[in-house]
């Protein structure tokens, strides 16, 4: 018999393998699933089993959030196919650009306006994000695994940078 | 002797005994207990007709610790013996406590080797530990006094941006007055419970928790009995205090009061402080009247303009993480259905106003804004005590700040990010810097900077006799587990080699396990009862619940999970369990207790799947009746 610890993130929740996912069965079936495991369900069982339900739940959980979020979702695709995407050799066009936007991310706190130029990057940020999230889906839909994980190091790089950016939010308010 | 009971014939005794179970609300300025009663989750009066209990302590001599208006009348009186605001302390160092603000008007003793700070009192050296167990204890009597009999479990809540040690001293405080505690709880989820459960609302919430000395806001999702908390931030260490001192401050201004004026005339200030802001909320002036130490008497008058100037700035500082939940959410101002207050500073007009400003709907302060987490921790604690079997609730919480670890350079390295749904547990592997390096040391952290002097530190230890390898060669797998109460452990383990090194650690900022070990037997021979037979009783209730359980377990799935010689191996652990449980033998109950659990392993996990495969089927057969 297969225990359940054994199965991938996508046969925990019954869904196919694949990067276009359904958010809204994803989160259903998590809640359907958490009713069953939570700790709080055992909160009168014996130690051992309460111990059990937190090893599920954290899993659970676990497999939650990496297929909710489109990178770790992408990563866990990669891995899955045994690809490392450390691996990933960077373009230096692209590498250039990240450099320049990361000296306009910290020119921005000098502006006369910083809230505004700050949201317009985010924005910027935000897009470029969505536009690597579409990229994915087709190479992924390809099985084209080369091209998606230069894609996944990409994707990186911008959610450093959006984080970065929020950071700087957080200081100008 | 007790009268045994005899059931009518054809019935059985109660299938179900209700449990005595209590929410209790640990305040900075005062502390509440809940519990439900005919499904109804009401706060429990004292014997004057008090819901509050306001959490202040007062030590004498050769005398009981005094809790509440008793202990709150000796303020002034003895002052450096009447702690208030111990909150503010719990899981603390001097250092922290120092830099919060305003002198606290104690004699701190540096506690050597340990964080957490003493206080001098009359009695002896408490810690803030000991000193919320006094107030914790208290409520205890008053539940057990009021419902007849011994609490099986508690909730106690904790602000939601609690970081580990202080949940960690809140869970310690409890323990110290041998109560079981079945969840820690955070503030604004238990407001959730309360509000949503009796509105019936359903969407996304805001829930602003403004109590006397912590801040949170928590952005919750409510869907079908799910409350999901999606972000949480907060400052525990701003709350109602603030106000009061900031406003004794002008006072000190306008009168001209030098800065180191005595610990009981601070003490005067801030009463005059904490009634005027009060008044404040129906009123638009309010008289103010000092005392002056050469005798004289000052006289002048607050009006609520001048109030709002000087409390402007803290209801500031509440609205930086109300719009980083937001964020954290990913959400906007727009999408939030309705914003809760909650916590006693939440009656200030101002607060509301500004709160309204900022979420762009009116909050809503239906139920009374200082009981409305003590009900939501019952509702949960009956929960949680087995007394609602079909009830579908489940709470999804957060940690609120990320957890992370030192690597080279002062560095920090997050290991979980903060509003990550808990329980959790997550890897990381690290390696050897020098070649030949036989230990490896590991710094705990808690916080979102980038610098491991920005953040709190948790623990410190040392994993040793890894075996000499080249540098970068070992693989050190640390791990960080993060159980339903948001408390931590971390785990690290060499895992190239054949020889195993691990060693697996509780930070606990406030007390050793022995320490708390030691106090609970000073309370318990205090209060004549025996160490040996609360051993035992401790072991014959577990063996009740794995004796329960299992049986539970046989009858619903034995004939489905089990195979005939595995029910036979289980069947005998059991009976050997049954035998010793009823006798005086903790140990023997204990390893009868493992044998079981050792022989049941299997049987566990395969119902833990099965019920997975039962949530699923449920659901598949739900979206087929939808479409």
Known sequence: MKTEMSL????????????????????????????????DKYANAPDRERRLAMQKTAQINEAFQTLKNPLTRARYLLQLQGIDENDAMMDSEFLMTQM??????????????????????????????????????QQFAQQNWQAARETVSQFQFFTRLHEEALRLEEELI | MALLQISEPGQSAAPHQHRLAAGIDLGTTNSLIATVRSGIAKTLPDIEGHHL???IVHYAKDAAPQVGYTAKAQANVDPLNTIASVKRLMGRGLKDVKTTGTRLPYNFIENEGQGMPMIRTIV?????????????????????????GELTGVVITVPAYFDDAQRQATKDAATLTGLNVLRLLNEPTAAAVAYGLDKGAEGVHAIYDLGGGTFDISILRLQRGVFEVMATAGDSALGGDDFDRAIAQWIMQQAQIADDAEHSHIRELLDVARTAKETLTTQDTAPLEIRLEDGTVWQGELSREQL?????????????????????????SDDINEVVMVGGSTRMPRVRQKIGEFFKRTPHVDIDPDKVVAIGAAIQ????????????????????????????????????????????????????FKDGQTAMAIHVVQGERELVMDCRSLAHFELRSIPPMVAGAARIRVTYQVDADGLLNVAAKEETSGVHSQITVKPSYGLQDSEIERMLKESLEHAQDDVAARALREQQVEADRVINALRAAIKADGHLLLKHPEFLEINAALNDLLKVEQGDDARAIKKAIERVDEVTQEFAARRMDASIRQAMKGHRIDEFTEK
């Open chain 2, 53 to 55: 209990l306001p959490s």
């Open chain 2, 381 to 432: 604690a009956d929960i949680l005590a087995g007394n609602k079997p079909d009830d579908d609730m489940l709470l999804l919480d957060v940690i609120p700040l990320s957890l992370g670890i030192e690597t080279m350079g002062g560095l920090v390295e997050k290991i979980i990010p903060r509003n990550t749904t808990i329980p959790v547990a997550r890897g990381q592997d690290f390696t050897t």
């Open chain 1, 8 to 39: 991938n993130h996508f046969e925990i929740f019954e869904l196919p393998i694949s990067f276009d996912i359904n958010k809204d069965t994803l989160a259903q079936r998590y809640r359907d699933i958490q009713r069953a495991v939570h700790p």
């Open chain 2, 308 to 332: 709002n100037e000087l409390i402007d700035p803290l209801i500031q500082k509440t609205i930086i993480p109300c719009r980083r939940t937001l964020r954290d959410a990913g959400l906007t």
């Open chain 1, 100 to 137: 320049e936007l990361r000296e306009e991310l910290a020119d921005i706190k000098q502006k006369r306006q910083p809230i505004e130029a700050l949201n317009a990057f985010l924005n910027r940020t935000e897009k470029q994000m969505q536009s690597l999230t579409d990229k994915l889906s």
């Open chain 2, 124 to 148: 002896g050296d408490r810690s803030p530990v000991q000193i919320s167990a006094d107030i914790i204890n208290t409520l205890k009597q008053r539940a057990e006094e009021t419902l007849g």
